[in-house]
């Protein structure tokens, strides 16, 4: 029997109802369970990337994870596809992972910036599902009140994980260019 990673339990009610009120979301009832799946995955890489591993062992795991991804992906180059295609996407992982071994912050950036981008797409779909107002406007403009609410979620989700510094230290300009960039 496998046991799985059980998150806090981040929005209460009275968060709910602030967001309700604030943002004019729909489905009060169901927000909580929405924005937890919209966060979970993020929230769960975040915490084994810093509980299980010191970084050097991760980045050992990575290399080895590196080497394999490098072999598998040559050993399907230029067969018919679908091999071929998984070739692609192996040989992807494995620039990805490097990116996040190396020692240029750039690159490791870049690396954490899927990620995030991921989250930030999550996140518009949930919006668009429980707002009135649409992450585009009707001229195509991004709406910035899902980065307020984006904001607020990110504090609420500090305060039950403190450990984790992208919420902790989350700030508007930061969301926004998130959200600009999508």
């Not at 981040?10 to 009832?29: A, H, P, V």
């Not at 299980?52 to 994870?65: G, I, P």
């Not at 912050?105 to 990620?115: D, L, P, V």
Request: hydrophobic share 35%; charged share 30%; aromatic share 12%.
């Amino acid at each position: 029997m496998t046991t799985t990673f059980e998150l806090k339990n981040i929005f209460n009610d009275d968060f709910c109802k602030s967001l309700k009120k604030t943002y004019g979301l729909n489905n009060e009832n169901q927000i909580a369970n929405m924005l937890q799946d919209t966060f979970r995955d993020f929230i769960i890489l975040i915490l084994s990337e810093n509980n299980s591993y010191t970084v050097e062992e991760r980045n050992k795991l990575y290399n080895e994870a590196i080497y394999n991804l490098q072999h598998t992906s040559k050993l399907l180059q230029g067969m018919p596809h679908p091999a071929s295609s998984m070739s692609y996407k192996l040989s992807k992982m494995s620039e990805t992972l490097k990116k996040v071994t190396s020692g240029n912050k750039k690159e490791k950036s870049k690396a954490n910036r899927f990620i995030e981008k991921n989250l930030i797409r999550k996140f518009i779909l949930f919006w668009d599902a429980n707002s009135p107002d649409k992450f585009f406007t009707e001229k195509d403009k991004i709406n910035y009140e899902i980065c307020k609410c984006f904001l607020d979620c990110s504090k609420k989700i500090s305060s039950k994980y403190p450990e984790i510094e992208w919420f902790r230290v989350c700030e508007i300009e930061f969301v926004e260019s998130l959200f600009e960039n999508i």
